[in-house]
């Protein structure tokens, strides 16, 4: 494995997100001294917290998954996910309901989900669904240690027994008939490989390889933590800070010092912090901005987001997290991907984390979290500042026709977040998930994390390997570190 050269002794990361938290631990972990330059007032980035009239409401991630690689992160500092945090695993991890008006509760338990899949739809798919738990595991054993969790040189690292056995496995095969191998209904058939769109990709043409993300969450597990979602970053940045880490918040990083192939130091607005090695992470329009360099290639970004936080005067009854499925379900992807236009049926996922802590919202009140997957600001030019308050109109009536009546008059404060505020964010293409896991920006093909021609400078985070979501990112600011320790 390539890795910085020369010393190392003191990393400036620049960012608190969750990439560059992990990399932060590590790399403390690994006995270097770290200091992170955030721009925000608090750590967590894109897992930020937003206090409104009283509701804390989280911004970005909602569901937790492998939580082990948070423990990881942690146990380099000499901590835990137990000392520092309460997660609550969930049960049923998702509550699916679909257009024909049946619902599923997906359980990650395999003998609750065996009866609930039989129970909607008979023997022959609960035995399906056994079967099919046994090939995401094995995909997932074939992929995460060598290609997940791992740094690449070269394509040809990919080159071993466990692409052999992912070959095997189907893995290069299309994601939508490798789930109708095992299962027939078309509900029960979403319910597995609807996570291709966290990857920003359309389920029928996502490579059958993608099903490691439906083993994370439908069999590892999803877990919530108490105090909410920012209670990770907040906990990773207090262990960081107990280990000796250096914190400086409110500080934007403007420029970095070169002297040859290394950065010298780094530059904010106030002063010049010299540096060994640096490690970033913000979204890649900042990397290449602060290196001074052009992207190699034209990325494709993943679809955005629409996501309405709404604090309520009652409940419907909800599970933690609901995913309504609309019925058009194929068309619209190719809405949302091709002909960037916002979902005509939505498919929606409804999270209610007041189920699992009431203490998120005053007392008596609920906090509701729609997220509406929409085109990127690329494909789909959309003024959202004009559109957005009809089409929050649309979502709260698909809601109300969906078991959540009277939303719409329960509504006590609500923020609609579109692809123009993660545009303002400075998210590339108005998308929070960056760029697209296509074959051809995954692994080895995603923007590496060493940078050419730079010998001290290792990226982290969403744009670089191995890729968006809270288990990549605190992956990738493992293998980050990795890379300055050698
Ligand atoms: C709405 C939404 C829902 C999501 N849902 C899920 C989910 O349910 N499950 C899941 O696993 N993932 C989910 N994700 C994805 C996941 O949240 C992200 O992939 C992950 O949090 C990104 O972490 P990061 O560290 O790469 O980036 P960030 O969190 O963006 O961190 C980068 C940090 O760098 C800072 N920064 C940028 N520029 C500078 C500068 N010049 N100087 C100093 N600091 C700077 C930023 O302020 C930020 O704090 C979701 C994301 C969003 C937005």
New binding site residues.
């Given amino acids: 494995m390539r890795s910085v050269t020369g010393r190392t002794d003191h990393v400036v990361i620049?960012?608190?997100?969750?990439?560059?938290?992990s990399a932060a631990l590590h790399l403390a972990g690994a006995g270097r001294r770290v200091t992170v330059?955030?721009?925000?007032d608090v750590?967590?980035?894109?897992?930020g917290l937003h206090e409104l009239d009283g509701y804390r409401i989280d911004?970005?991630?909602?569901?937790?998954?492998m939580p082990e690689l948070l423990d990881e992160a942690l146990h380099a500092v000499g901590s835990s996910v137990r000392e520092r945090l309460d997660l609550i695993p969930l049960h049923p991890a998702y509550q699916a309901r679909f257009a024909d008006g049946s619902a599923l509760a997906v359980h990650t338990d395999a003998e609750a989900m065996e009866q609930e899949v039989r129970r909607l739809a008979g023997p022959r798919e609960a035995e399906g669904y056994r079967r099919l738990r046994r090939w995401l595991t094995e995909v997932y054993r074939a992929e995460m240690h060598r290609f997940i969790d791992a740094n690449f040189d070269s394509p040809l690292d990919l080159v071993s027994p466990e692409l052999a056995r992912l070959v095997a496995l189907g893995g290069f095969g299309r994601l939508g008939p490798a789930i109708g191998r095992f299962l027939r209904d078309e509900r029960v058939r979403r319910v597995f490989s609807f996570q291709a769109l966290?990857a920003g990709l359309d389920p029928r043409r996502a490579l059958a390889l993608y099903a490691v993300i439906s083993y994370m969450d439908t069999v590892n597990g999803v877990w919530f933590p108490r105090g909410g979602m920012h209670a990770v970053p907040t906990a990773m940045a207090q262990a960081a800070a107990g280990a000796g880490v250096e914190f400086r918040y409110g500080?934007?990083?403007?420029g970095l010092e070169r002297s040859g192939e290394r950065i010298s130091a780094v530059r904010?607005a106030q002063e010049r912090i010299p540096a060994d090695a640096v490690v970033l992470?913000?979204?890649l329009p900042?990397v290449h901005r602060?290196l001074g360099s052009a992207p190699k290639r034209r990325l494709r970004w993943s679809p955005s987001?629409v996501?309405l936080h709404a604090g309520t005067t009652r409940d419907w009854g909800s599970a933690h997290h609901t995913i309504s499925f609309g019925e058009a379900w194929a068309d619209t992807f190719t809405e949302i991907i091709r002909d960037g236009r916002p979902m005509s049926d939505p498919s929606l996922l409804i999270t209610r984390p007041t189920a699992s802590d009431p203490s998120l919202a005053p007392e008596g009140r609920d906090l509701h979290y729609v997220?509406a997957p929409c085109p990127n600001l690329r494909t789909g030019p959309i003024d959202w500042e004009r559109v957005g308050p009809r089409y929050r109109d649309e979502l709260v009536g698909a809601l109300e026709r969906r078991g959540f009546a009277g939303f719409d008059a329960a509504i006590e404060t609500a923020e609609l977040?579109t692809p123009r505020e993660?545009a303002a964010q400075?998210h590339a293409a108005g998308t929070?998930?960056?760029a697209a896991h296509t074959f051809a920006q995954t692994g080895p093909f995603r923007p590496p994390n060493l940078v050419r021609g730079m010998s001290n400078v290792v990226l982290?985070?969403?744009?670089t390997t191995p890729g968006?979501?809270?288990?990549?990112?605190l992956i990738?600011?493992k293998l980050a570190a990795r890379r300055i320790t050698g």
């Fill in positions: 620049v960012g608190a997100g969750l990439a560059g938290l330059l955030e721009r925000a750590p967590g980035g894109r897992a911004t970005g991630p909602t569901v937790l998954t966290y500080t934007e990083v403007t904010t992470t913000p979204d900042v602060l987001a996501v997220l977040v993660w400075g929070p998930f960056s982290a985070g969403s744009g968006v979501g809270v288990p990549p990112v990738s600011g």
